[in-house]
């Protein structure tokens, strides 16, 4: 009897240990961290956690995603490697990953003397693209009309 | 049988119904010290329920128990817990534990309730197993051993605490007569041995009456007669006689039947 | 009529009033009990190895058949890269904890509640009261404390086979390349996940072992039957009531923890 459950313990750790090894490792490379903010007039689908890249590449996650009591707006802050200095100018845009995947943020660095520093915010941004509503035009083949009709013909 | 010493257990006023239908209603009894005393009383009299609810193992709803002098009640954890460490109870169908070799059975009640180390619990668990003959089945499970072993076994794990009190539920249930005689022998054999009071129920009347010091008949829920086995044997109170005779009768068809199957 | 939907309701609230004093002894007794180590070994034993099997072929064939219809259902999207996402989302935050539990009260549920009605029975139980054992402390709380540490464990064993389930239908043979998988399910779960696997299975395990423990320990209460009549129907009891009591808890538990 111990021998067996000698053998369902030794194997309830290594499933741990797998499975702590596997898991969450869509988290940033070590290093060190700092925040900061940008403003979007739409973050649909953009939540915390949600990756942020630079040419594709991870550089970060998004830490969290509030409503801008005073104008409305969107604003989304990220987390980013501190190794990573980029020039003010840069620009954030929401982007899709494949058709109906998750949401991103994708950076594109600019070409400013001076560099972002924690807490600063990114002035240029980019909406997320409402797809939705978009493959819903599509689908539908009304994209020149002012409102889809319910049961439209093809 | 001598002059009268103090009762081991003292039963006043025992009651307890089930679904609105009394089967014990005022039980008086007192169970004199170191003595063998068998309640009789015929199938579905309440015995069984009598033993258990001095033990406790039922709740009776009405009635006090004394034991040397301590009431036990029922909110009384204390008492409850010492009495239960200087009791023993036989149970009709053993109560072995199945997983449990004869060894770890008789051990299990001191490795539960005492702090003696294992070896000396082993010690103590082999001594009563050899007390009574089954020393060399310690690792057999209770199923690979024979009735009259098991109930050795169960009784070796009833004394094995050393008590002071052992209580007996239908001790000869489901044996032939050679077997019960076999019980009933024993139970005199070990009472003198380790020196306990036994308080037996059944409803044996001529093994009980051959080996007790005293003996009660419980009917319609209470205690229709108390007295030595002699008295009993020659009572002429009509609940006893009912009693002795329907059994002596059912003991005649019986025989007749062994002989008829020997020849 | 209504008197009797009246007796019926009554008795359901003292039923559930037994359980929950039940359940507080059961919580205070393993004090009172020597030698629990070696009890709870052999509810590790019980519900851990013995169950292990039945754990491993579920998981890998849970997994196969996520990764099979996730495959096809994504293709028509043209999204396969996200199978392991599926996967490894579905079977962390519900196969895992969820099937796991249904297999171990299927299981190690129905044996225990068996055992104990048997010992009941039997009188063992009231043979253990006898001797001034703590029959709760002896019999039911070494398999709740062993509940709590082995349900995590098997669901946590039965995410692992299921991931490897799910590789081997989707990736070896329908085709998604292994690294995406393996890459997909490594972005998709959180540590937030797994707890949410593990807190779920410990509670599945003591809400589920507790109920066979329950209907077992008194499984001369609840029937009119008696002897053989009254395990069976106490397992049956168990068994129904726990998976009942499995899928309502998840339900309830899924809500806590939902988000995006």
Redesign the interface.
């Given at each position: 009897m111990e021998f067996l459950v000698g053998v369902f313990v030794l194997l309830s750790l290594a499933a741990l240990a797998w499975l702590t090894v596997k898991v969450g490792r869509g988290n940033l490379p070590d290093g060190e961290t700092y925040l900061v903010e940008s403003r979007f007039a739409n973050a649909g689908g953009l939540h915390a956690g949600s990756m942020v890249t630079i040419a594709g590449v991870t550089v970060g996650r998004v830490e969290d995603v509030r409503i801008d009591p005073v104008d409305f707006s969107a604003i989304a802050t990220l987390r980013l490697l501190t190794a990573l200095r980029l020039p003010t100018d840069s620009m954030a845009s929401i982007k899709t990953s494949g058709l109906i995947g998750d949401r991103y943020v994708a950076l594109s660095a600019g070409a400013d003397e001076s560099f972002l520093k924690p807490g600063d915010r990114i002035t240029l941004t980019e909406s997320a693209v409402d797809l939705e509503s978009l493959i819903g035009k599509v689908a539908f083949g009304s994209v020149d009309k002012e409102s889809p009709k319910p049961n439209p013909t093809p | 049988m001598t002059a009268k010493p103090p009762p081991a257990l003292k039963i006043e006023g025992l009651k307890k119904s089930f679904h609105g239908r009394p089967v014990l209603d005022g039980v008086d009894l007192s169970i004199p010290k170191g003595s063998i005393f068998t309640v009789l009383g015929p199938s579905g009299a309440g015995k069984s329920v009598f033993l258990k609810c001095i033990a406790h193992v039922i709740v009776p709803d009405a009635g006090r128990v004394e034991f040397e002098g301590r009431v036990l009640e029922t909110h009384d954890r204390a008492s409850r817990a010492d009495f239960r460490r200087r009791c023993g109870f036989l149970f009709q169908g053993n109560a072995l534990f199945d997983s449990l070799t004869a060894l770890e059975n008789v051990a299990l009640p001191l490795e539960q309730t005492t702090n003696l180390p294992a070896a000396a619990i082993r010690e103590r668990a082999r001594e009563a197993l050899r007390q009574l003959d089954i020393a060399d089945f310690e690792s057999h499970h209770p199923a690979q051993l024979s009735g009259g072993m098991q109930k050795r076994l169960a009784l070796a794990r009833a004394i094995v605490t050393h008590p002071d009190i052992v209580l007996f539920d239908e001790p000869t249930a489901g044996l032939d007569p050679l077997r019960r005689n076999a019980v009933f022998a024993m139970i005199a054999k070990y009472r003198r041995r380790l020196d306990f009071t036994a308080l037996v129920v059944t409803h044996d009347v001529p093994e009980a009456l051959a080996t007790s010091d005293r003996v009660a008949l419980l009917g319609q829920g209470r205690i229709a007669f108390e007295g030595a086995p002699v008295e009993f044997a020659s009572s002429n109170d009509a609940s006893v006689a009912a009693f002795r005779d329907s059994t002596a009768a059912l003991r005649e068809t019986l025989r007749s039947l062994e002989t008829g199957e020997a020849l | 009529m209504i008197s009797h939907v009246g007796r019926t309701f009554l008795g359901l609230v003292e039923g559930l009033g037994h359980f929950a004093v039940f359940c507080a002894g059961a919580a205070l007794s393993p004090w009172k009990?020597?030698?629990l180590g070696s009890r709870i070994?052999?509810a590790?034993?019980e519900q851990?190895?013995?169950c292990?099997p039945v754990i491993v072929v579920v998981g890998v064939f849970t997994g196969l058949v996520l990764g099979l219809q996730g495959y096809h259902v994504l293709s028509r999207?043209?999204?396969e890269?996200?199978l392991g996402t599926l996967v490894s989302l579905s079977l962390?935050r519900e196969m895992a904890p969820v099937l796991a539990a249904l297999m171990l009260v299927g299981q190690a549920g129905s044996a225990l509640a068996a055992e104990l009605g048997i010992?009941r029975n039997?009188?063992?139980i009231?043979?253990l009261?006898?001797?001034?054992?703590?029959s709760l402390g002896?019999l039911v709380a070494p398999r709740l404390i062993a509940s709590v540490l082995i349900f995590p464990?098997?669901a946590?064993?039965f995410?692992?086979v299921g991931?490897w389930g799910g590789a081997l239908s989707g990736s070896l043979l329908l085709g998604v390349d292994s690294s995406v998988y393996?890459a997909a399910?490594?972005?998709?779960?959180?540590?937030r996940?797994?707890w949410e696997c593990f807190l779920k299975a410990a509670v599945f395990g003591l809400g589920t072992i507790s109920i066979c423990a329950y209907m077992g320990f008194h499984a001369d209460r609840h029937s009119s039957a008696a002897g053989a009549r009254a395990v069976s129907a106490c397992t049956t009891r168990a068994v129904v009531l726990s998976s009942i009591a499995v899928l309502v808890a998840d339900y309830v538990l899924s809500s806590f923890f939902i988000?995006?």
């Open positions: - | - | 009990t020597r030698k070994l052999r590790v034993h851990g190895a013995v292990l999207f043209g999204s890269g996200l962390v010992q039997s009188e063992q009231a043979a009261d006898t001797m001034g054992v703590n002896y464990a098997q946590a064993l995410t692992v991931l393996w399910v490594e972005r998709a779960v959180e540590y996940d797994l988000r995006p």
